[in-house]
């Protein structure tokens, strides 16, 4: 299902967020993502429960209107996205990469939803060397500028022996008002037919495809560190996680290296693909020969509870040719990063 799509700029450019859960512990648990640099709230995100789910909402501010919201259920394990324009059972599902794939990493999730098919840029063609006999002609009307145009260099003269006659002269006048009307009288009303007002077309949605995408999580080093950040990181990795932090980055597949999703089976033998040329992971996970989509940078200070920060950049450009609205990566990152912060439930869930 493809999420709605937007018109923004078309210049290439890439918006920042930051985003911040709150401090005080609430049954909402509420997230907010504000502009970079501005105290203003942009979209948010609040939590209830269901009789069988753990629901969040992520909502805009300025209008207070549900964007997106994820599912998870109370007992069990599954997470989808869903759009309140979707039909009911209609979801866009995170599910975990499976081992035999190429960008396989630990805690690493896919997904698949439609997105606009990139228009292809118009051929160019080269430069047509003008023909011999062009260039011929173009060396005649320079001989006839140099030799007879000596007094106005700017002005080509060619001259026809005889001499040709000038045109006849034509003199046109236009018709009376009486002879108007008395045509108008000759024609019959039945052949009087008015002309048809041919509708304007409108313009056809773009084409669609299925486009997959994959999160993957990593661990940002700084170029320089001090011994006590490095112990402040040390002591944040062992209270995370398996040792992971909340960073990731969200990069589109290409088509030719499409992520099989598990269970699936093996692939067709007509069929090529990298993931089943793998028949043991890789120990290091080769990386998207993509640019990210989106990063989540988090920024949570070392000796803080129960609330969180983070910097999220959207590449508003690439999302644009997607053609798919800015809250929805903005609802995946944080489905994911409440994801990556609390792993250890999820793969308990998982086991279940």
């Not at 080769?286 to 983070?310: C, E, G, K």
Request: net charge neutral; charged share 15%; with cysteine.
């Amino acid at each position: 299902m493809l999420p709605v799509a937007y018109h923004g700029a078309t210049g290439a450019h890439m918006s920042r967020y930051v985003v911040k859960s709150s401090d005080v512990i609430s049954e909402g648990l509420r997230v907010n993502v504000y502009r970079e640099g501005s105290d203003r709230v942009v979209w948010y995100k609040e939590r209830f429960l269901t009789d069988d789910e753990i629901v969040e909402q992520v909502l805009d501010n300025a209008t207070t209107s549900v964007c997106w919201s994820i599912h998870r259920p109370k007992r069990g394990w599954y997470i989808h996205i869903r759009s309140p324009a979707f039909p009911p059972h209609v979801h866009i599902a995170l599910q975990p990469l499976p081992k035999g794939s190429p960008f396989f990493a630990e805690a690493a999730m896919s997904f698949a939803c439609r997105t606009n098919i990139p228009r292809a840029r118009p051929p160019s063609f080269p430069f047509v060397p003008s023909s011999p006999s062009s260039s011929s002609t173009s060396s005649v009307d320079t001989d006839i500028t140099l030799t007879e145009g000596s007094n106005n260099a700017m002005t080509t003269t060619v001259h026809s022996y005889p001499p040709t006659p000038p045109p006849p002269t034509v003199v046109v006048q236009p018709p009376s008002p009486k002879s108007i009307h008395a045509k108008l009288d000759d024609i019959s009303p039945s052949q009087q037919r008015p002309r048809k007002s041919h509708p304007k077309r409108k313009p056809q949605p773009p084409s669609t495809q299925v486009s997959h995408f994959l999160l993957t999580p990593h661990n940002p080093e700084p170029a320089q560190q001090s011994l006590l950040s490095r112990a402040l990181s040390a002591l944040r990795s062992s209270q995370s996680s398996q040792g992971w932090s909340s960073s990731f980055s969200l990069c589109p597949v290409p088509a030719d290296q499409l992520i099989r999703p598990p269970n699936s089976g093996p692939p067709a033998p007509s069929t090529s693909s990298p993931v089943s040329s793998y028949s043991n992971p890789p120990s290091i996970p080769l990386l998207p020969p993509t640019a990210p989509l989106l990063t989540y940078l988090d920024q949570t200070p070392t000796f803080t509870l129960n609330s969180s920060t983070a910097l999220l950049s959207l590449n508003e450009s690439q999302a644009l040719v997607l053609g798919v609205q800015p809250s929805f990566w903005i609802a995946v990152a944080l489905t994911y990063a409440e994801f990556l912060a609390d792993r250890d439930s999820y793969l308990a869930a998982m086991s279940d």
